[in-house]
């Protein structure tokens, strides 16, 4: 999932300092100058019986270690099921995941220590277009493949890398099309007329939002209040009293956590009920979610998503077992099916080229498809995915995917329901 | 008309809050020079114990302030006698590291115990109002503030009117002259920092049925604090007040009739203004120390 924590770290990251700014692409800079030759030319890699050391730094502490921590489940399951399988290219694979601390400047000395001293001879991404911006600059510096679970912000794309490929559906701004093309797909006096929408000031939201605001505008869904608030807003009384006054049809907020919750709970004190509701990224937190602002409360709001546990995706089911095994029974976060998928796709592009040659695998996957529990992945040239996420949408308790119907798991979208 | 008074309105509740929260933070620091860091830990730290009981038992969260206010006053103590008594007389800076690492290692205890997730506790009145005069009134938000008021009363009243709180203020004004009189500055000490957590136990059981929170929460709430109580005079109770209601109306005004994406820049600029015409806050009292420097 792109999903909150993402947005969180983004939220921070990206409103950084100038001078942090400038810490940040110096040290970048020094570490590039620091490793002349690119390891894919140090390494003859394939011919080798060692395993293979996958190197990774996540954000296991810090505000977001949430995301982290879930991420390396599903690399840790990705990397025991590939060496139970007899290993990738015949190699036992071993993990080096290091803490970031969720901190920039780390996560470049992390990146830069496991392709230069360790020597590692695959990297897998971190978390959040926060982290994973620079770390991609490190990786793509020294002819490194570097596939990221998180971080679909647009301007990670427009850098003209050719090793970075983000393994998820599509990038930011084309994370509300399904929607968009579901409210398309309505007879025309059931769409909304009206439409709100509220965002978090992040580079994860804002790009959905505002894209969705277009694409429906385009529509004839008339906007009636928009408005952008900061991350660290915990009162959204007053921007909830004014959507009230303006009674939309829909309201669309991007919203990464606290927020989406707080604004929700401030409808309910107000009673507004809107006739559709979609958050970009709150409904996706399962339970925490439906905790957050009441069970009841939940049914029919909408959200895109990455991944869903009953998919009947390659691997998923095995993936979504060996989770519940490990921890309790419990149903995998998203950002460890998208850190999964993500090894995943490092693991077909390896198998496919038959070696570790970092250039080819690259050139691999910007021609081809690749099968992941998400369901296919392709890119573009930028590493930008090409494919449609999933419209989700809670219906009686449980979160359900209703489109694209290939991975949909009921038939229809429900109504919502006024608050209980 | 209506859309002001209701700003207002909530403007001055959403401070009251931030006020409970603020008030043990320039407490500790007027008595100890001690920039507790560990502040917005111990409210989050509050607030979890209070959902773990609330979501087991169904005791109203903000009723159970009554139970956590003399437990964490309690551990308030046993902080001070244990690890913070060892750097008393060092600079704030020296204090500011030590509570950073108490902060931390809550956060650690509680990622590994609770679980890194968001919780929030909902009461049956959470998602409730009050309708007066066409002004909504949340009611989770009016009981906190309630309780804010009276905990903010009381802690007035301590101060102001009893022995122990004479005591705590002329340590607080001049801890070599409060020596001199008879007053064991160790003792006041350990009695201010445990009443200032004290306080936490009111407020992170507020914390918890208005804001939802995780264990990284307390470095937003930290920073909020931090900035009432610069702005209010470190160490002023009265400032606390006035700097948590400075910032619950600029937030509420400024979304109101602009975007709640300045709200953070006003209360800023609100503490800069200040700070450049009144280096010490606005009810802060002026050292010889700073005017020397």
């Not at chain 1, 965002?199 to 008339?222: C, H, N, R, W, Y």
Request: charged content about 15%.
């Amino acid at each position: 999932m792109v999903k909150h924590h993402n947005r969180r770290m983004a939220r921070r990251g990206w409103s950084a300092s100038p001078i942090r700014a400038l810490g940040i692409s110096a040290t970048v800079l020094l570490a590039v100058a620091a490793c002349g030759t690119a390891p894919s030319e140090q390494k003859s890699s394939a011919s080798s019986d060692e395993p293979i050391v996958v190197g990774i730094s996540l954000p296991l502490t810090g505000d977001f270690s949430q995301p982290g921590g879930e991420a390396r489940k599903g690399y840790e399951i990705w990397r025991d099921q590939v060496n139970k399988d007899g290993g990738l290219l015949g190699r036992q694979v071993e993990l080096k995941i290091t803490d970031d601390a969720s901190n920039q400047d780390t996560v470049v000395t992390d990146y830069t220590k496991l392709i230069t001293e360790d020597k590692v001879d695959l990297l897998l991404g971190t978390f959040s277009t926060l982290l994973n911006f620079p770390a991609s600059s490190v990786a793509e510096k020294n002819g490194m493949l570097y596939v990221e679970p998180a971080g679909g912000a647009p301007k990670m794309f427009d850098r003209g890398y050719t090793k970075l490929f983000f393994a998820q559906q599509a990038t930011a701004s084309h994370q509300p099309d399904t929607f968009v093309k579901y409210i398309e797909g309505l007879p025309e006096n059931e769409r909304p007329k009206t439409a709100a929408y509220p965002t978090q000031d992040d580079p994860f939201t804002t790009p959905v939002i505002e894209s969705m605001q277009k694409q429906l505008e385009a529509l004839g869904v008339e906007t009636v209040y928009t408005t952008t608030y900061p991350a660290d807003a915990t009162n959204f009384q007053t921007i909830a009293s004014a959507i009230a006054d303006k009674k939309p049809d829909l309201i669309a907020q991007g919203a990464v956590f606290e927020d989406g919750v707080g604004l929700v709970r401030s409808l309910q004190q107000l009673n507004y009920s809107p006739k559709m509701l979609f958050q970009t990224s709150a409904p996706s937190n399962a339970s925490q979610y439906s905790e957050g602002i009441g069970e009841a409360n939940t049914e029919g709001v909408f959200y895109t998503v990455s991944w869903n546990e009953k998919a009947t995706t390659p691997n998923n089911e095995e993936f979504v077992a060996e989770y519940a095994k490990r921890f309790d029974g419990g149903i995998p976060a998203e950002d460890a099916a998208d850190a999964y998928a993500a090894a995943q796709v490092v693991q077909a592009a390896a198998e496919a080229v038959g070696s570790l040659d970092q250039d080819k695998m690259a050139d691999w996957l910007h021609s081809n498809e690749v099968e992941t529990i998400l369901g296919p992945l392709a890119w573009d040239e930028t590493g930008a995915p090409t494919s449609e996420f999933l419209l989700a949408q809670w219906q009686n308790g449980a979160p359900e995917i209703v489109a694209p119907e290939a991975a949909a798991t009921v038939d229809t979208a429900v109504a919502k329901t006024p608050w209980q | 008309m209506t859309q002001l008074v209701q700003a207002l309105v909530l403007g001055l509740l959403i401070g009251g809050v931030y006020a409970l929260m603020a008030s043990g933070l320039t407490l500790i620091f007027g008595v100890m020079n001690i920039i507790n860091v560990a502040h917005g830990a111990l409210l989050i730290l509050v607030a979890f114990v209070t959902w773990k009981i609330w979501s087991v038992t169904g005791i109203d969260p903000i009723l159970l302030s009554v139970v956590m206010t003399p437990l964490m006053f309690g551990l308030g103590w046993l902080l001070y006698k244990g690890v913070l008594s060892r750097i008393s007389g060092s600079s704030p800076g020296m204090s500011v590291l030590l509570t950073f690492g108490i902060a931390i290692t809550i956060e650690g205890v509680l990622n590994v115990t609770a679980g890194n997730r968001f919780r929030s506790a909902t009461p049956s009145y959470f998602s409730e109002s009050y309708r007066v005069l066409g002004i909504s009134l949340p009611k989770a938000q009016v009981f906190g503030c309630l309780a804010a008021v009276v905990v903010l009363g009381l802690l007035y009243v301590v101060l102001s009117k009893t022995w122990t709180g004479r005591a705590i203020r002329a340590t607080a004004q001049n801890s070599s002259g409060a020596a001199l009189v008879g007053i064991q500055a160790a003792g006041v000490a350990a009695l201010a920092f445990a009443i200032g957590t004290a306080t936490t136990g009111v407020g992170g059981s507020i914390l918890s049925v208005l804001y939802p929170f995780f264990p990284a929460s307390h470095y937003d709430w930290i920073s909020r604090l931090l900035g009432i109580i610069v702005l209010g005079g470190m160490g002023s109770l009265a400032g606390a007040l006035v700097g948590a209601l400075v910032l619950g109306l600029a937030e509420t005004l400024t979304a109101t009739y602009g975007s709640l994406q300045w709200s953070t820049l006003i209360f800023y600029a609100v503490i800069m203004l200040v700070l450049l015409f009144r280096p010490q806050g606005l009810f802060g009292s002026r050292l010889r120390q700073d005017v020397m420097a």
